[in-house]
């Protein structure tokens, strides 16, 4: 069993940056591939990035490339998106999940734990 649970969300405007982060505890959470999925109101959940168990391996959808990056911290056992350039059509519900086993690349389609999620707004 692992708990994530997600921050820093908030409302910003467009152009701006901000840093999510997902604190992750339980058992051995470094054994897990981590990853961020978004969610806006009425609309399907929509994978966003996911990273290996060592951090050295990323994996993002082609729209975030160049602007948001995904990063581990395991002596903190914390994932963290930074997201730079934020559209109002970035606006959603941010939700950390984790997916035992090295599968950074396959937790888009499979993942074990979630977390609750934190909203990021981007509004004028």
């Known amino acids: 069993q692992v708990q994530l649970v997600e921050s820093g969300g908030g409302l910003v405007q467009p152009g701006d940056s901000l840093k999510v982060s997902c604190a992750a505890s339980?058992?051995?959470?470094?054994?897990?591939?981590m990853g961020w999925f978004r969610q806006a109101p009425g609309k399907e959940r929509e994978f966003v990035a996911s990273?290996?168990?060592?951090?050295?391996?990323?994996y993002y959808i082609d729209s975030m490339l160049g602007r948001w990056t995904i990063s581990r911290d395991n002596a903190k056992n914390t994932v963290f998106l930074q997201m730079n350039g934020l559209k109002p059509e970035d606006t959603a519900v941010y939700y950390c999940?984790?997916?035992?086993?090295?599968?950074?690349?396959?937790?888009?389609?499979?993942?074990?734990?979630w977390g609750q999620g934190t909203q990021v707004t981007v509004s004028s």
């Open positions: 999940a984790a997916a035992a086993g090295d599968t950074y690349y396959e937790l888009r389609y499979k993942q074990d734990f």
């Open positions: 339980g058992r051995t959470p470094g054994d897990y591939s």
């Open positions: 990273i290996s168990r060592s951090g050295l391996n990323t």
